[in-house]
C-alpha cells in the first residue's frame, strides 16, 4: 500500500469529524453526532459515495444553516475532507465510514431533508445492478430517511444510470422533479447542480461526457 494511503487511515482514526461504523456495536441513531442539541433544526443533508467529500464542504461552507454528513467505505478518501473541514473551520460537516447498505442504522425516520449521490458507481454488469445507488431497496431507504417532501438528487457521467434511476424512480412511485441530460447546459439554480465541480467531474468533463443530472421525491 502507498506510504500516503497508509498515513491517512492512521490519520483519519483520530479525527473528531469522523464516524466509524464499528462492526456488531449498535447504537441508537439519536446518539450520533449528526443529532447532537447545537443541530436541533438544522436542515440535514447526505452525501452518499462522497469520496472526498467535496459537495459535502461546499454545501456547509455555502450554508451554515445546514448539516452535512458525508458517507463512504473508503476512509482514506474521507480523510481528504475531514481535514479540509477542520482547517476551514467547518464545523457543520460530519463524516461516516460505512457502508450505504447499512446507512438506516445511522439516521432516524423522516429526519433527511437532502440526499445527494455524487457519481455513484454504474454497476453495468447484469449481476450488480443490485449495488446501483438507486435500486429499489436503496430507494426504500430514502424514503425511510426523507422528511415529507425531501429530495434526492442525482449527478452522474453514465447514460446508463441515468436512465436506470429514471425508470427505477417511476417504478417505485416516485416523481422526477427535474430531468437533465446535461446539467451544463441548463440554467438549473439548484446549489450544487451546477456550481459544485468534484474532481471526479472534472476528468469526466475533461473527456468530453456531459454530466447528467436528476432531481426527484419519494412522498
Ligand atoms: C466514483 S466515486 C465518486 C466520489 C465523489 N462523490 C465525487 O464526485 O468525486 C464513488 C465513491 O462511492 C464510494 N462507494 C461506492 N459504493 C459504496 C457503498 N456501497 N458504500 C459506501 N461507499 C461506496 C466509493 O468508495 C467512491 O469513493
Request: net charge positive.
Amino acid at each position: 500500500m502507498p506510504k500516503n494511503k497508509r498515513h491517512k487511515y492512521e490519520r483519519v482514526k483520530h479525527l473528531t469529524n469522523v464516524t466509524f461504523s464499528l462492526f456488531g456495536k449498535s447504537r441508537p441513531p439519536c446518539s450520533y453526532p449528526w443529532y447532537a442539541p447545537r443541530y436541533a433544526g438544522m436542515k440535514k443533508v447526505l452525501e452518499l459515495g462522497c469520496g472526498k467529500g467535496e459537495y459535502s464542504l461546499a454545501f456547509a461552507a455555502a450554508d451554515p444553516r445546514s448539516l452535512c454528513v458525508g458517507i463512504d467505505s473508503k476512509s482514506h478518501r474521507i480523510c481528504v475532507g475531514a481535514e479540509k473541514a477542520i482547517a476551514r473551520g467547518l464545523d457543520n460537516v460530519h463524516f461516516l465510514r460505512t457502508r450505504i447498505e447499512h446507512i438506516r442504522e445511522f439516521f432516524m425516520e423522516q429526519t433527511i431533508h437532502e440526499i445527494w449521490l455524487t457519481f455513484p458507481d454504474p454497476h453495468p454488469k447484469k449481476r450488480a445492478v443490485k449495488c446501483r445507488l438507486s435500486a429499489a431497496p436503496f430507494i426504500d431507504t430514502y424514503a425511510h430517511l426523507l422528511i415529507p417532501g425531501g429530495t434526492v438528487y442525482l449527478k452522474t457521467d453514465s447514460d446508463l444510470l441515468y436512465n436506470y434511476t429514471r425508470e427505477s424512480v417511476e417504478q417505485w412511485g416516485g416523481q422526477v422533479l427535474t430531468a437533465s441530460e446535461n446539467i451544463h447546459g441548463t440554467d438549473d439554480s439548484t446549489p450544487g447542480a451546477r456550481d459544485i465541480v468534484s474532481a471526479f467531474e472534472s476528468a469526466a468533463r475533461l473527456q468530453g461526457t456531459t454530466i447528467k443530472y436528476l432531481a426527484f421525491t419519494l412522498n
